[in-house]
């Protein structure tokens, strides 16, 4: 704290407006958090180390961008008995081989980026936070979060599936699906597929919320709906459950294809999505008189289908038989009987108040936490970047971006775990006596008979030909 308040008074000395105070302070204070940080982090590697049986190789440097800076600090990579080779402190940490960036500096730029243009995250990071980032960059992390979130979201659909948890029993789902096109690179077109399911709705104040809301999109359909699938399988006990489904009847999303999702057909019941009724009748019937539309309206709300034979016939009457009306207004009306007529088991349903105010109908309109960020802010996607996008934008949505991320440590084999409050260190215990001289505390070098323990720092992949005899000059280092 002395060295803050210190630190405050010279910087303050030196600029004459806050706006300069602010603009100098931010860089020295993450320096000095960023220090304390390592400091604690390798505090924390002495303690995993110790007593341990482990064949200590070295001391490796790792740079680590974090919200709050850029950290920088060592730990040791160790052999184990069965001959595998890790970092005790990365595992601890969470933090997964070769990525310079924290878990939760990725988790926010891939939130960012599902929502604007990788040149807008790039503005942000770089004004809000004490590092810098490029788009290119921001594109990597958005891909790898993609990634990470695919892989756990098949860990927790295999470990719901083997799970004795008792299962949910709600009397009704409600699940609905549509889909909407994507142009990709080189002008080729492609469908996004989306499901989503909620048990109803429940009143927050003003505003309606779903519950327990669940979505899946992808680039397959039949892959989505096996998603969906294994969820309800994992989480629900749909043996007397009514499952009331919802869609525009387009190619891919009649009402029978939902039927997988309910035990018995008794159970289902399918409802033909509004918005798109609404805008049917909008687009085929705009050129007829209000009151018969209005006659039009109250027949399918009503689920009359004698009257709306009626009323079509009518239309079709003046169509016909008035030179105010072209070709155009007599394929439109014939349109609309056939629409009406095809879609009319979905449209009976609709006669029932008791899907009102159930939140069916809301998949269209969160279509636009989609469209809006592939469709105006993305003129065109590769597939890879597109299904990685896809991921977030779930994930995201779901309220499970964090915590799936959380969860990328569980493709690692983890040490065993080390309390550090439990492990107590005597204070006249050397390093250098442990690990017979050549392990380095606090930081500084350790006197010793023999060659000094030197390490290349490549600062790049371990791919490249500079890092390949980086790794071969280091394993030529003694044990430290």
């Known amino acids: 704290m002395e060295s803050i308040v210190a630190v405050t008074r010279d910087i303050l000395k030196e600029t004459e407006s806050f706006i300069q105070f602010e603009a100098k302070f931010i860089p020295v204070l993450a320096e000095l958090v960023c220090t304390q940080v390592a400091e604690a982090f390798e505090e924390l590697d002495d303690q995993l180390c110790l007593g341990k049986d482990w064949e200590i190789l ?20 160790i052999r184990s ?16 081989r070769g990525r310079r960036y924290s878990p939760m500096m990725m988790a926010q730029v891939a939130n960012l980026a599902s929502h604007t243009v990788l040149r807008t995250v790039s503005m942000a990071v770089d004004a809000f936070t004490p590092g810098s980032i490029s788009f290119q960059t921001v594109d990597k992390i958005y891909q790898q979060v993609g990634a990470d979130l695919k892989e756990v979201e098949a860990a927790k659909a295999t470990a719901a599936a083997t799970s004795n948890e008792p299962k949910r029993v709600v009397s009704r789902l409600f699940i609905e699906g549509d889909a909407f096109q994507i142009k990709l690179k080189g002008g080729r077109r492609t469908y996004v597929h989306r499901l989503q399911v909620s048990e109803g709705v429940e009143n927050n104040g003003k505003r309606h919320q779903l519950i327990n809301r669940k979505v899946f999109s992808g680039l397959d359909r039949e892959r989505v709906f096996d998603q969906m699938s294994a969820y309800l399988d994992a989480h629900y006990d749909n043996k007397t459950t009514e499952i009331i489904t919802g869609s525009d009847n387009g190619s891919g999303y009649e009402p029978n294809v939902f039927q997988v999702f309910a035990k018995t057909r008794k159970q289902h019941t399918h409802i033909l999505d509004v918005y798109h009724l609404n805008n049917k009748l909008k687009e085929r019937f705009n050129m007829m008189p209000v009151e018969l539309k209005q006659r039009l309206r109250k027949a399918i709300f009503t689920g009359d289908h004698k009257r709306m034979n009626t009323v079509m016939d009518t239309a079709e009457a003046i169509v016909t038989g008035s030179e105010e009306y072209d070709q155009d207004d007599v394929e439109n009306v014939e349109s609309l009987r056939n629409y009406l007529d095809r879609n009319w088991t979905s449209i009976a349903p609709l006669t029932s108040v008791d899907w009102h105010h159930t939140g069916l109908g809301s998949c269209e309109s969160n279509h636009r936490a989609y469209t809006y960020r592939l469709k105006k802010q993305g003129r065109s996607w590769s597939v890879p970047g597109l299904n990685a996008m896809l991921e977030i934008i779930d994930a995201v949505q779901n309220h499970e971006l964090a915590e799936s991320l959380s969860q990328t440590t569980v493709f690692d084999t983890p040490l065993p775990s080390v309390d550090p409050e439990s492990v107590q260190i005597p204070k ?28 290349i720092d490549a600062q790049g992949l371990s791919g490249t030909s500079f890092g390949r005899m980086a790794h071969s000059l280091n394993n030529l280092n003694p044990v430290g």
């Open 428 to 455: 006249d215990f050397s390093l250098k006596t442990l690990f017979g001289g050549f392990a380095r505390a606090d930081g500084e070098h350790v006197e010793h008979i023999g060659a000094r323990h030197g390490v």
């Open 58 to 77: 070295r001391r490796d440097k790792r740079t680590v961008q974090c919200l709050f800076g850029t950290l920088q600090f060592r730990r040791r990579l």
């Open 81 to 96: 008995k069965d001959g595998k080779q890790s970092y005790p402190l990365d595992t601890k940490l969470g933090l997964a």
